[in-house]
């Protein structure tokens, strides 16, 4: 109940593209903000985008500002993560998430209110 399913990773070359998808079937249609997050082996959780489901406003990390798109298709419960001129330093597994209310600044990249997790997907970007 409430579950993110995930899928859309790999392994691709720098410069190459990768669509992430999240199956968020209980929130897509409510007042909720699904976001992506990415961690790297040592480092921090953050946040790469989000989109409130109610409106559809967008938010974007600055690495990924113009490279990145995250959209929303209610017919098929789904967000995505487009992502487009991939870069090494992009390798993660990266995680699809659910926040309460809209998306707003600066809290829609926070980890700690995040409330519901997918389980993850692997993005790797060889040079």
Request: glycine share 12%.
């Amino acid at each position: 109940q409430g579950q993110l399913e995930e899928s859309g990773g790999g392994s691709v070359q720098a410069g190459g593209s990768l669509r992430l998808s999240c199956v968020a079937s209980q929130y897509i249609r409510s007042n909720y903000c699904v976001g992506w997050f990415r961690q790297a082996p040592g480092k921090q959780r953050e946040g790469v985008a989000a989109i409130s489901t109610n409106g559809g406003m967008t938010y974007y990390a600055d690495s990924v500002n113009g490279r990145f798109t995250v959209s929303q298709d209610n017919a098929k419960n789904t967000v995505y993560l487009q992502m487009n001129s991939l870069r090494p330093e992009d390798t993660a597994m990266y995680y699809c998430s659910v926040s309460i209310g809209y998306c707003k600044l600066p809290s829609w990249s926070v980890p700690g209110l995040v409330i519901r997790w997918g389980q993850g997907t692997q993005v790797t970007v060889s040079s």
